[in-house]
């Protein structure tokens, strides 16, 4: 037998595996992938261009080569990732883990932990829900301003760092969570550019949940309502 055929004999036996945990499946010309696993999560894979979802009752996970993702509505479980672009989740009822190398992030209501990271860009996230709720809160930028929103009762443990280089331009913490600042004096330059950092840290209620915020020549905004 030869090596050709004993490849596509290894193909046609391993495929039964590959898709026995998905109830459809569907592969396009243009380099997308699109599952829907017994649980009925939606997964959808793509070489490059944007992804739109609308409604993802059971959870998403969504990967592009480089473009925008956008999603209306996803529960369980939201784990997105884009080469470069933007993305934007309206609503999320569940956990939600969102990184892009080049583009903002914005989640425009979440009841869950989040991590959202970007190599780029701007992150604006707004929690809602009980206070009682478990949710640590992890958001990273190598570039942009970060917005946080909480509940005005929110129980957190704090810690934000903004680091900054030589511009012109000058950069803040912005909060009234009673966190203590401080503002180092001397620039570093273990990380190779000279930096200073601005830290923010402290516990509000009984700091149930951990808060973490960095960034790099960006703001750092925490409101609580």
């Not at 480089?66 to 209306?72: E, F, K, N, S, W």
């Not at 989040?114 to 206070?131: C, F, L, N, P, Q």
């Amino acid at each position: 037998m030869n090596l050709r055929k004993t490849c596509a004999l290894l193909l046609a036996s391993a495929l039964p595996v590959i898709m026995a945990g998905c109830k459809s499946y569907e592969s396009f010309d243009d380099g997308v992938t699109s599952a829907k696993t017994d649980s009925g999560e939606v997964n959808i894979t793509k070489m490059g261009g944007g992804i739109d979802v609308e409604d993802a009752p059971h959870g998403a996970n969504l990967t592009t080569m480089g473009g925008g993702i956008h999603v209306r509505n996803v529960a369980v479980l939201a784990k997105v990732k884009t080469m470069g672009g933007g993305i934007d989740i309206d609503r999320s009822t569940g956990t939600v883990d969102a990184s892009t190398m080049g583009g903002g992030i914005t989640i425009g209501t979440a009841n869950g932990p989040i991590k959202a990271s970007t190599m780029g860009g701007d992150i604006k996230v707004r929690e809602v829900g009980s206070s009682s709720q478990e949710r640590d809160i992890e958001l990273t930028s190598k570039g942009g301003t970060i917005e946080l929103t909480v509940p005005k009762d929110f129980p957190m443990e704090v810690r934000i760092t903004v680091a900054y280089t030589k511009t012109d331009r000058d950069f803040r913490i912005d909060q009234h969570a009673g966190l203590e600042v401080r503002e180092t004096n001397v620039w570093d330059t273990s990380e190779g550019t000279p930096r200073k950092y601005i830290r923010a840290a402290g516990r509000v209620g009984s700091g149930l949940n951990q808060v973490t915020i960095k960034t790099i020549n960006g703001d750092v905004i925490l409101r609580q309502e």
